[in-house]
């Protein structure tokens, strides 16, 4: 076998200072030759690592080799069997975490670029037109009702529907995909990718209904009158504050206001579309995540002179994938990490002027592993902003735990599943993605949708439900 | 996508926006808003709800046009459709037999009013309305809110009608004679439910208001709509609109209002 190349074949990617000021994608994407150059390095391992690195088991190998034969639709083949949504995961996963950590070329060189490669099957089917539909099994005549269309519900809604189950999809907003069309930024998931995702599943046959807030029009009992069972994929979509003086001045967002106003409802399109953003020149964003980062870096596309990543502990810490990071510093995202802040001060009219910050250290490990930030007595400072866009987590809404009795719910509001199956302490419905392990990845709500789905097409057939194992 | 049934100007500015929505007027209580949507470049803007039809299924606001998206749906008619109509959203009002219950409404709240009115009658309340405008010629649905008030009051501002002044200024006399009130609930303009406040303050009546804040998803996904509350942060459109208006920082409320307001004299001006 030839020498492998010791590093990643690179993608090309838009040059960071023409592309602050746009809101297209960032990178260009492999083309078949770079794919089959860079799927070359694979080294096709007997017993591959990369798989157990992958929560939903694609044949990394497998998929990897067609494409270095060059037989793309096989690769797409391969990869749909296990991941629905290649084209997301391709651009949003956290390899580096996960399939790509594991890949034993890592140990001495760069790992192979299994997202990259993901992402360009993925993307060769799309240019290809529409995908094929899966043949689909013979109707059972059961219903199932879908709430909330992000990675979870389409995953389940797709995976029924080829069961031969009747799946209708509810969704609370005018559009459908949840965090991938109002929360991941246009420059890093184009919205036409999601739109073709979920085009995907109606096309397959799943009824989709927008505009419907389950918990209010419908509750979950009353779905429960007309479908057999109910999987509940509503996400984190609750917001988190941090509780400091002055928070409530004007121009401080919540990362969710601040990414809903650009994303779903274009605000980066405004006037042109109706809904305004206000267009800070300095503006802190405050935490280390991939939301984090996406605000920062609508801010600069939003004409943003200065943005500030402001995270208290050390970018070792940092949860964001390392591309995002990357991606924010070329664009010249200014991280003050080490800084929490304490409060916020406004000017006579109500409008935020400065953050006030206090220095920190790393102390000993917490719960997570991660060094505990411990504040530095006395060091209070202030950084001038005109608008602050709060980044630091969501919780599930609990509109639907709220109006459903039965249904237990965990210390954060997170709806208590039973892992394996997905779930709920209430006969006939099921749970899984964000709504049940809080914030979490695309990948993560993906696995649990498939798994749920899986539990329910048995629950379907079989009409048992067995009693949920205690832990 | 949701067809509208009819869509009048019931007097300069408030226009009565009727849109068929089957399956929402059987959900529908007193305080409950929609968030609509009118078209593909729309702004999702929260409208309380004035009236709503099971038969029919269609559900009736009160618009007043304020800048670019209500007018935009000021423009539209019978036959057009918003591209979303979502609904209820918020917490209804509580409704029971209080005793006597004063029901305020000023402009398009003179519309949302009316089913509040109409529910505390059918609890079995003694129910004053008061509704105020600048004259006699904005004044609408006096008819249907006679019919669901045993006392109905109209004030206005220019002395057209029988009362000058301002719904606060009539429930000071109302007070101030002596009437025994258990309740107030006032909807509309952030000034006149601020009023209202002030003035149950003193006598302690409970006093609900139905805030209108900014907001965009109106389901509890954004924060653009928090308010304070006794101290505490509140989404409005989760946790209310109805408030104790007692415990509302209403400073904080009109600051929040502002956040927008160089960026709609722009939308306005296009
Ligand atoms: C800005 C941002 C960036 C992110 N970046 C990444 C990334 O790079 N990589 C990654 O792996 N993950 C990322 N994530 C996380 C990832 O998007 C989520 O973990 C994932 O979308 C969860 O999927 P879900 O299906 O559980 O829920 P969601 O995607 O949240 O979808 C839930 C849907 O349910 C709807 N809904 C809620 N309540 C109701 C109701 N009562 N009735 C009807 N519908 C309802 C919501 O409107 C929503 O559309 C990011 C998240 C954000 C916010
Ligand atoms: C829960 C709730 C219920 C509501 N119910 C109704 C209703 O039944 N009927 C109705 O007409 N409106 C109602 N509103 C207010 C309505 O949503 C706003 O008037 C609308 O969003 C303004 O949009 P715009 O683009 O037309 O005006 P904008 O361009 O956003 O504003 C134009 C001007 O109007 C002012 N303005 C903004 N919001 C309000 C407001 N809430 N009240 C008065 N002036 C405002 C602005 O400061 C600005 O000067 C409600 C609001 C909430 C939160
Ligand atoms: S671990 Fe790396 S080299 Fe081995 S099969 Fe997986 S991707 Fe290929
Ligand atoms: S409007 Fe978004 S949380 Fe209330």
Redesign the pocket.
Known sequence: MAKVSPKKTPMREQDPQVRIDNFEEVPFGYSEEEAMIEAARCLQCKKPLCMQGCPVEIDIPGFIMHIAEGRFQEAVVTLKKKNVLPAVCGRVCPQEEQCEKLCVLGKKFEPVAIGRLERFSADWEASRGEAPLPRKKKSTGKRVAVVGSGPAGITVAGDLIQRGHRVTMFEALHEAGGVLVYGIPEFRLPKKIVAREVNHVVRMGVKLVMDRVIGTIETVDELLEQYDAVFLGTGAGLPWFLNIPGENLNHIYSANEYLTRANLMKAYLFPEY?T?IFRGKRVATIGGGNVAMDSARTALRLGAAQSIIIYRRSRQEMPARLEEIHHAEQEGVDFRLLTNPVAFHGDETGFVKEVECLRMELGEPDASGRRRPVPVEGSNFRITVDSVVISIGNSPNPLIPNTTPGLETGKWGNIQIEETTGKTSKKGVFAGGDVATGAATVISAMGAGRRAARAMHEYLVTGRWEPQETS | MNKIAARDMVVPN?HLLTVEAPDMPGKLRAGH?IMVKADEFG?R??????DWDEQSGTVT?????????????AEMNAGDCVSTFVGP??KPLQIEKFGTVVCAGG???I??IYPVARAMKAAGNRVITLIEARGRYLVYWEDKLRETSDVLMVSTSDGSTPFRGRNSDRLRVLIEDGEEIHRVIA?G??FMMADISETTRPAEIPTRV??????VD?TGMCGA?RVEVDGNTRF??VD??DFDGHAVNWDLLRIR??A??H???I??ER
């Open positions: 109706d305004p | 408030i808003f702004e803007i929260p409208l309380t709800v004035a606001c009160a618009l007043m046009q304020a800048g670019r998206s209500t007018r935009k749906l959203l918020g402009c398009y709240g519309g949302s909807m303009c952030t139905s805030l209108n804040t900014v907001m109106g709509c409005a459109c209310g609109p209002r502002r927008y307001y960026q709609e004299t939308s306005e």
